[in-house]
């Protein structure tokens, strides 16, 4: 299988560098402005659909809510092609 990424056109965001979207995998590579990139799994192919043809959407609204935010979908760390698990929240310490 392969991967069909769309880049969603440049729209100002103070957050958001770029953001490629996969409407038929339900998945999103963002780019933060930071230069930190994350694959996002199990997102709303519906809201894929919507920020590609509505140029209204804001990109940083977009990804907080059908990504970081979202509870349906998985955090992936994207360093450089290689996929890491990302966890979302504060992790807590362990204890011998």
């Known amino acids: 299988m392969f991967d069909m990424f769309i880049t969603v056109p440049q729209r100002q965001s103070s957050a958001v560098k770029s953001l490629e979207v996969d409407a038929i995998a339900g998945e999103a590579i963002v780019t933060f402005t930071n230069g930190l990139t994350y694959l996002y799994e199990n997102v709303s192919k519906r809201s894929i659909i919507n920020v590609l043809f ?34 979302k929240g504060a992790q807590l310490p362990e204890f011998a």
Not at 72 to 78: A, C, V
């Open 54 to 87: 509505n140029p209204d959407v804001s990109l940083g609204f977009w990804v907080n809510n059908n990504c970081v935010n979202a509870t349906r979908t998985e955090t992936l760390s994207y360093d450089k092609g290689r996929l890491e698990k990302a966890y």
